[in-house]
């Protein structure tokens, strides 16, 4: 398993273990970003070799941990163990929450960067589906948009037909991938995810990190703007 990566100036990532949900090997991914005031801000972090965190103490504290989606704030407690001093931010609960844990949350992510990363990253909460409600986060200095489950793209691996057809299915098989064609039928409110999607595209970004597949160096407005064309479809 590869440590961490740089993706961009004061940008990494590194790739964990793959885990299981509903019957399937998702690979999972987390996101450092290195703030003005020299601290770390990991996003939906994963378990790494001990020379990762390692080099993540050499880049600076690390201060905030995140969960991006509701779904991943079960990946908060081994970091809170091993970081007990850093802050602890997760989305609103909803159905779709894996785990309501224990965890001492400093607070809920929303719509607007709290003031302590808001120099270094602005984000939204992308509305309109009551069953997860993702936060997306903008690295302005890089240009780079962070956005972990909403996108998939799953390779075709030789060897596993049943998974290979069931991301076909799903819309979130390689080389385009997309939103997953159940998820985008969760989308009840259209109209409030479409203000989402205005505002993301506002964004003057150029690449992407994804959770779940490749991610992308360049032209990444274009592939968001076909990734969500089906939420475009039908607006007046
Ligand atoms: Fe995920």
């Given at each position: 398993?590869?440590?961490?990566?740089?993706?961009?100036?004061?940008?990494?990532?590194?790739?964990?273990?793959?885990?299981?949900d509903?019957?399937?090997?998702?690979?999972?991914?987390?996101?450092?970003?290195?703030?003005?005031?020299?601290?770390?801000?990991?996003?939906?972090?994963?378990?790494?070799?001990?020379?990762?965190?390692?080099?993540?103490?050499?880049?600076?504290?690390?201060?905030?941990?995140?969960?991006?989606?509701?779904?991943?704030?079960?990946?908060?407690?081994?970091?809170?163990?091993?970081?007990?001093?850093?802050?602890?931010?997760?989305?609103r609960?909803?159905?779709?929450?894996l785990?309501?844990?224990?965890?001492?949350?400093?607070?809920?992510?929303?719509?607007?960067?709290?003031?302590?990363?808001?120099?270094n990253?602005?984000?939204?909460?992308?509305?309109?589906?009551?069953?997860?409600?993702?936060?997306?986060?903008?690295?302005?200095?890089?240009?780079?948009?962070?956005?972990?489950?909403?996108?998939?793209?799953?390779?075709?691996?030789?060897?596993?037909?049943?998974?290979?057809?069931?991301?076909?299915?799903?819309?979130?098989?390689?080389?385009?991938?997309?939103?997953?064609?159940?998820?985008?039928?969760?989308?009840?409110?259209?109209?409030?995810?479409r203000?989402?999607?205005e505002?993301?595209?506002?964004w003057?970004?150029?690449?992407?990190?994804?959770?779940?597949?490749?991610?992308?160096?360049?032209?990444?407005?274009?592939?968001?703007?076909?990734?969500?064309?089906?939420?475009?479809?039908?607006?007046?």
């Amino acid at each position: 398993m590869p440590g961490l990566q740089a993706f961009a100036k004061d940008v990494w990532i590194a790739d964990g273990p793959n885990v299981r949900d509903f019957g399937v090997m998702f690979t999972t991914r987390m996101e450092v970003v290195k703030l003005s005031d020299g601290s770390l801000w990991v996003n939906s972090p994963v378990a790494v070799p001990f020379d990762t965190l390692q080099r993540m103490n050499q880049l600076g504290p690390v201060r905030y941990l995140v969960a991006a989606t509701p779904r991943h704030v079960w990946r908060l407690e081994a970091w809170h163990t091993l970081f007990p001093e850093a802050e602890l931010w997760a989305p609103r609960s909803t159905p779709f929450t894996l785990k309501k844990g224990h965890l001492p949350l400093t607070g809920i992510l929303g719509d607007r960067p709290p003031q302590c990363w808001a120099d270094n990253l602005d984000q939204l909460a992308f509305k309109g589906n009551p069953l997860i409600e993702e936060i997306l986060f903008f690295q302005r200095e890089s240009r780079t948009v962070i956005l972990d489950d909403l996108i998939q793209i799953h390779p075709i691996v030789k060897g596993k037909p049943f998974r290979n057809a069931l991301f076909k299915l799903a819309g979130v098989a390689s080389p385009d991938g997309g939103v997953a064609h159940d998820i985008k039928m969760t989308f009840t409110n259209r109209k409030l995810a479409r203000r989402s999607l205005e505002r993301l595209l506002s964004w003057d970004f150029d690449r992407l990190i994804i959770a779940h597949g490749p991610c992308i160096e360049k032209d990444a407005k274009p592939f968001m703007r076909e990734a969500f064309r089906w939420l475009e479809r039908g607006a007046r």
